[in-house]
Each structure stands twice: as C-alpha cells, then as structure tokens.
C-alpha cells in the first residue's frame, strides 16, 4: 500500500512562484514514476510532470516546460513541483499519483487529496 499526501498550494498573483509536495510512505516500485496532475472545475485530470521512482529521468507536459520542475527531495520520499511564472490558466487542483503510467492518470494506482493552486490576475 503506498499513501501520498499533497500540501503547498495556495493563492497566488500571476507571475508568482509556488512549490508543491508530495509525501510518500509504503515502497512505491522501483519502476514506477510518480506524477504530478491537475484538475479544473468541469475538466478532465491532466498530465503536468512526472519522475521516475528508481532513477531521476524527469517529463513534462508542453504546459509546464521551462516553468515548472519535478524533483525528488534528500530524504527520496518528497518530491516536489517547483512552479515559477504562474499563470491563471494554472488555477486547479494539483494531485501526485504513482503507478507505472506516464501522462496518462488511468495508469496511476494511487493518488493524494488534491491541492487547490488558485493564480489570480
């Protein structure tokens, strides 16, 4: 069983800089990748970043390219979104998941609570 919570969001003006969390406890296999997802009211959950579990190979959606980084903390069961030059259109709530998925969230076994991000103009 692996748990994953969520925490950092927040409100914040366009062209602010905001970092997300995820905690991870249980032992997420070592071929899995953890990702980073997002979810605005009446859209579908999609795909922002995502980082291999077992190696620091990182993927980014065109989104979140150049503004936005995935990284794994010292103690390897935090990983973090770094995000910089936020935007309204950013405005939704974040979700880590792991699985051995990609950028699709189907193919993610487990997923936090969700944190609300809000990019005000």
């Known amino acids: 069983q692996v748990q994953l919570v969520e925490s950092g969001g927040g409100t914040v003006q366009s062209g602010d800089s905001l970092t997300l969390s995820c905690a991870v406890s249980g032992r997420p296999f070592t071929s899995w990748r953890l990702g980073w997802f997002r979810q605005a009211p009446g859209k579908d959950r999609d795909f922002v970043a995502a980082?291999?579990?077992?190696?620091?190979?990182?993927y980014y959606s065109n989104s979140a390219k150049g503004r936005f980084t995935i990284r794994r903390g010292n103690t390897k069961n935090t990983v973090y979104l770094e995000m910089n030059s936020l935007k309204p259109e950013d405005t939704a709530v974040y979700y880590c998941?792991?699985?051995?998925?990609?950028?699709?969230?189907?193919?993610?076994?487990?997923w936090g609570q969700g944190t609300q991000v809000t990019v005000s103009s």
């Open positions: 998941g792991v699985g051995d998925g990609y950028s699709t969230p189907s193919s993610y076994r487990y």
């Open positions: 980082i291999n579990w077992g190696n620091p190979a990182t």
